[in-house]
């Protein structure tokens, strides 16, 4: 309440940065795993929500939130995370995610702790004959839902691997996408009678 009160709606300039997320701290229990976090803050109106896979896109996540005006959600684990991307040639592009193994049967899409398995995965399935698409969605809001449908309109099936719970997860948003719904996300509602004019009543 008040992230959503007194930094979203003022869009206030301030970044956060949450530390030991989603499932990392899985030796201490449930009641220290933090695995609401992306469900809440990618409802944040205005907020930016990034989950870095490893130092170089920390650090350079890091940058863009410096850099970028507005609510910032910078969420990492407690876990060190497997290095998969190289720091002296890394740019990191806000809202863009990152195909990092191209396949046809599969698309895995993934965040944070979560990538470097999925690259192990696809590893794994490649043994058994099935060519793995793995997709670094560190970039959870704003969505590149271009990238991701793209990739799952190539392979036809699509997975999600992002440490966090299961209603929650980034892809209800990929789902979401070619759906076109009234009123938008944090608009004025307006009157009902208007809302009737261009949303007519379920039969």
């Known amino acids: 309440e008040q992230i959503r009160n007194s930094i979203g709606y003022p869009h206030l300039n301030v970044k956060i940065g949450a530390s030991h997320a989603g499932i990392s701290v899985g030796e201490d229990g449930a009641t220290h795993q933090c695995n609401e976090d992306i469900a809440l803050m990618r409802t944040i109106p205005g907020m930016t929500v990034v989950v870095p896979a490893d ?37 990191f592009e806000l ?55 793209a990739s799952a309109s190539k392979t036809g099936l ?16 990929v789902r979401r996408r070619p759906v076109r719904a009234l009123p938008g996300a944090h608009a004025p509602r307006g009157r009902a009678r208007r809302v009737r004019r261009v949303r007519p009543r379920p039969r």
Do not use: Q, W
């Open 158 to 173: 699509r997975s999600h691997g992002r440490g966090a719970l299961h209603r929650g997860r980034p892809g209800r948003g």
């Open 95 to 149: 809202g863009r995610a990152i195909v990092m193994r191209e396949g046809t049967d599969v698309s895995i899409v993934a965040c944070g702790l979560m990538v470097s398995a999925a690259l192990e995965a696809a590893e794994a399935l490649e043994a058994e004959g099935v060519s793995a698409e793995v997709i670094n969605m560190h970039t959870i809001k704003p969505l590149d839902a271009d990238t991701l449908v």
């Open 55 to 91: 130092d170089a896109e920390a650090y350079a996540a890091t940058r863009c939130a410096y850099e970028t005006d507005g609510p910032f959600y910078l969420r990492t684990g407690r876990l060190a995370a497997p290095v998969i991307n190289d720091p002296e040639t890394y740019e």
